[in-house]
């Protein structure tokens, strides 16, 4: 599937700015083989959080895009046929497990349903998965760790973790950091100046003051850090920040051209 990435701890470790107490108190619950849950908006930095603390404890991490389609199976493994053969094929989060390594389920509330009836048992004091197609049940070794994220200000009453499944793991809160640090964050990320990112961090604040119900998604660092990158190549501040913060946005012409103004507001051409 190509929503699943494994990544590893060996290289550089990937750079992340700590905006609370988010590194202790993952490194604690690691240290105390509790699963953990991340919340918070798209963009603000969940997934490098998860890749970093997989370099800094010196473990691999196996990444998994949820999706809709996604189910146990395709966490679990399956037979499938190969050369004539039907043979078994692990899963990521099977692998995982053998492993020890990290487990990363991002926005695990867009998968079905059933997935997170398999990873129940890996999240309480069993930490164990069943793989009932072999028969045979697995236990997490103490350097395996499960991740999992969600942005609740996006999903829907539809769409949410069940009790049953949050009250098994820890909670970090994250969101878009304090404006002294995105701006730090935006210039080692694009190598742009100090004045360029201030500028870029005081727009995307303007943009987040945004009413909600008009613009449910706001300028996240990441796309921050596209509108530097871009200003780097030699674009202009108000035409980067129009390929990778307007457009991306919104489709509605009054509210691009709302954006568009608040844009003017901010940068130059």
């Known amino acids: 599937m190509n929503a699943i990435h494994h990544g590893g701890a060996l290289g550089e470790r990937p750079y992340y700015l ?3 107490n988010e590194v202790e108190v993952f490194r604690a619950a690691y240290k105390q083989r509790l699963p953990l849950m991340l919340k918070g908006p798209t963009g603000c930095g969940k997934t490098r959080f998860v890749e ?9 991490l196996i990444s998994v895009a949820c999706h809709e389609d996604i189910t146990a199976a395709d966490l679990v493994g399956r037979y499938l046929l190969t050369g004539g ?22 926005e695990i509330v867009e998968a079905r349903a059933d997935t997170t009836v398999v990873i129940h048992p890996l999240a309480d004091h069993r930490r164990e998965l069943n793989i009932e197609r072999l028969g045979e049940s697995l236990r997490a070794p103490d350097s395996f760790m499960l991740v999992v994220s969600y942005n609740p200000g996006y999903q829907s009453v539809l ?7 949050r009250q098994r793991m820890v909670g970090i809160e994250m969101g878009y ?68 913060m307007l457009l991306p946005l919104t489709d509605d012409s009054e509210i691009a051209h709302g954006l568009g103004e608040i844009i003017a507001t901010y940068l130059q051409d």
């Open 52 to 60: 970093h603390m997989a370099h800094s404890l010196g473990l691999p």
């Open 159 to 165: 769409k949410d973790l069940k009790q049953s499944t």
């Open 18 to 20: 700590p905006t609370a």
């Open 177 to 244: 950091p304090p404006a002294a640090k995105e701006i730090e964050i935006v210039m080692q990320e694009s190598g742009i100046d100090q004045a360029g990112a201030t500028d870029l961090v005081r727009l995307a604040n303007a943009i987040r003051k945004l009413d909600a119900s008009s613009l449910p998604e706001v300028s996240s660092t990441r796309t921050l850090i596209s509108t530097a990158r871009l200003m780097k190549e030699g674009l202009s501040p108000r035409a980067a920040a129009t390929a990778a």
């Open 85 to 106: 053969e039907t043979v078994w094929v692990d899963g990521p989060l099977t692998r995982a497990v053998r492993q020890g390594a990290i487990c990363y389920l991002d």
